[in-house]
């Protein structure tokens, strides 16, 4: 098998490990394999439509995103540096609406985050820099994008920070979880 998978505490959210083949030259693993995703996580039809790629100095905290409609769910990884990455679930029809869960991923770790439709998503860059690369299942639509407060204390995420992020202006302007946009029962 090419990935071991992990559920977390919200098992829906699962941390996949790839098969890492390395020696002194470096290192190679298959980052996606559509057919190898489906047997390792057990989800069937999931399509992916878009890739993103950024760039972000340490500190830098972008999220919590979701879209209330065109909910995107997204497969994520880091190439370069490290970051604490958090996905919230936002599905009020949910046992656990409310609640989150966060991983260090690294370039060096390998490890991926499969973040599920319905949930908000975001990460602080704990490295001098970091690059993070994320495949979604829908296109990015402003119009429905939202932000998620990071640090509201209905959520109380644990974000390893020293002191305030840097934030982008979207993110300041976030929404509480008592006042946010969320997933209705399907």
């Known amino acids: 098998?090419?990935?071991?998978?992990?559920?977390?505490?919200?098992?829906?959210?699962?941390?996949?490990?790839?098969?890492?083949?390395?020696?002194?030259?470096?290192?190679?693993?298959?980052?996606?394999?559509?057919?190898?995703?489906?047997?390792?996580?057990?989800?069937?039809?999931?399509?992916?439509?878009?890739?993103?790629?950024?760039?972000?100095?340490?500190?830098?905290?972008?999220?919590?995103?979701?879209?209330?409609q065109h909910p995107q769910g997204k497969l994520v990884r880091v190439v370069q540096g490290e970051v604490f990455d958090v996905a919230v679930d936002l599905r009020q029809s949910s046992p656990t609406f409310g609640h989150w869960v966060g991983e260090v991923l690294s370039a060096s770790n390998h490890k991926q985050l499969w973040v599920p439709p319905g949930f908000a998503h975001g990460f602080l860059t704990l490295s001098e820099t970091a690059e993070f690369l994320y495949k979604t299942t829908d296109y990015w639509y402003p119009e429905h994008e939202r932000s998620l407060l990071w640090n509201d204390e209905a959520l109380g995420i644990a974000w390893p920070l020293p002191g305030l992020p840097l934030l982008a202006a979207k993110d300041e302007q976030a929404t509480p979880l008592a006042l946010a946009n969320c997933y209705n029962a399907q």
């Open 1 to 68: 098998m090419p990935y071991t998978v992990t559920p977390t505490a919200i098992p829906e959210v699962l941390v996949l490990e790839p098969k890492v083949f390395g020696d002194a030259r470096g290192f190679f693993f298959e980052s996606f394999n559509q057919r190898d995703f489906e047997q390792a996580t057990g989800l069937q039809g999931v399509q992916f439509v878009q890739d993103n790629h950024s760039k972000s100095a340490r500190g830098v905290l972008r999220g919590l995103h979701y879209q209330i």
